[in-house]
């Protein structure tokens, strides 16, 4: 029965990923993670490396406040527990929307996420993680434009 516990906190802590970066909910998208987190955008070696959770949520808050909308979608959760760590892969589909004179208003990117996260005594947590996007269409554009606004 703890399995299915843990599997499930493990999944809400996940889509409060999303649900924090889509209803712009920053305190809801800062409790998800351990004080100190290792992020990485693309690959292991992209993105800040380990920041704290504060900064952190500052730079996604920066970065995608600017679209006018955007939809984080996860599936295909694989969660391997060990004890009070787990690491997942999780597949993704985010759409951001931002409406511009210089294109398609939607950026769309796809792949999977890898999270490791740890058991703390407010829930799990993820301590890091990486997207690795496999596919984008759109407006690669949005970003620089949504970062503008």
Known sequence: MQELTDRSAIMDTIN??????????WDLFRSIFTDDIEAHI???????????????TDIVRKGLSGYKGTQHMFS????????DRAS???YFQATHFLPNDQGDNH???????N????RTSGG???????LNTV????????GTLAAEQ
Request: cysteine-free; proline content about 3%.
């Open 16 to 25: 409060n990923y999303a649900f924090g970066i889509d209803l712009r909910d």
């Open 42 to 56: 693309g690959s292991p070696e992209d993105g800040p490396g380990t920041v704290t959770a504060d900064a952190w």
């Open 76 to 83: 295909n959760y694989r969660i391997d527990l060990d004890g």
């Open 88 to 90: 997942t892969v999780v």
């Open 107 to 113: 950026w769309t990117l796809a792949g999977y996420y």
């Open 115 to 118: 999270h490791d996260l740890v």
């Open 124 to 130: 799990w947590k993820i301590k890091s993680y990486t």
């Open 135 to 142: 596919w984008t269409e759109g407006n690669r554009a949005l």
